[in-house]
């Protein structure tokens, strides 16, 4: 099987990490989540390495895909 991976850091701790799953969705989707749960943290943050990481996340990113993973609405 073979393992999609997307290159990020952490702004708030200057950390670089992998995120890995089995599919580049599921990584984007999991990038969405780590993010979302900062979006009331000014100044804190994950972002993507490789722009076209961040290319393919502005086409993901949808209300659908916000809904789906966790979004909130309100």
Do not use: R
């Amino acid at each position: 099987m073979k393992i999609e991976t997307i290159k990020t850091i952490n702004y708030d701790k200057k950390a670089f990490f992998t995120i890995e799953a089995e599919t580049y969705d599921e990584c984007l989707a999991i990038f969405f989540k780590l993010n979302n749960q900062l979006k009331y943290c000014n100044g804190h943050s994950y972002s993507f390495i490789d722009p076209k990481d961040q290319e393919q996340y502005s086409k993901w990113f949808s209300v659908e895909n916000y809904i789906n993973n966790g979004g909130d609405m309100w």
